[in-house]
């Protein structure tokens, strides 16, 4: 079921959460006007769903199949990125609750920027990424 489903915008990226893949997915590029009114509905329909599956039940199905999330923006602002970290930090609060979690972080072949980027993210929020290179 798809609790997110936001399609692009020129200003916006791509969002979706789904919970029976278990997947979240941003991808695009994140310029909004408003990025505490774009953002903040993720945040929050982010932390309710984890909160949801925060139980023994869902750390043994999660073993078996973990979450995960793919990174997938080529540009954003330095007022998304506070949000783009809220979310990171949402994903790293349960990890460390036990639930299996998975975080992608892609960038395009030739862009260290993005890559350092995503290393300082990882860092920041002491989780471990892996980096996907994106050819041509």
Do not use: C
Request: proline fraction near 4%.
């Amino acid at each position: 079921m798809e609790l997110i489903n936001i399609q692009p915008t020129e200003q916006t990226p791509k969002v979706v959460l789904n919970s029976v893949k278990r997947f979240f997915e941003i991808e695009g590029e994140s310029r909004p006007e408003n990025a505490h009114d774009f953002f903040f509905p993720i945040v929050n329909e982010l932390k309710n769903y984890m909160k949801s599956v925060d139980n023994e039940f869902h750390k043994d199905i999660f073993s078996e199949f973990p979450f995960s999330a793919h990174f997938k923006l080529m540009y954003f602002n330095s007022s998304s990125a506070k949000f783009i970290s809220d979310l990171l930090f949402v994903f790293k609060k349960y990890y460390d609750k036990g639930l299996k979690l998975r975080v992608y972080w892609y960038y395009n072949d030739g862009d260290e920027d993005q890559r350092d980027v995503g290393e300082d993210l990882s860092e920041m929020v002491a989780f471990p990424f892996t980096f996907v290179m994106v050819k041509g």
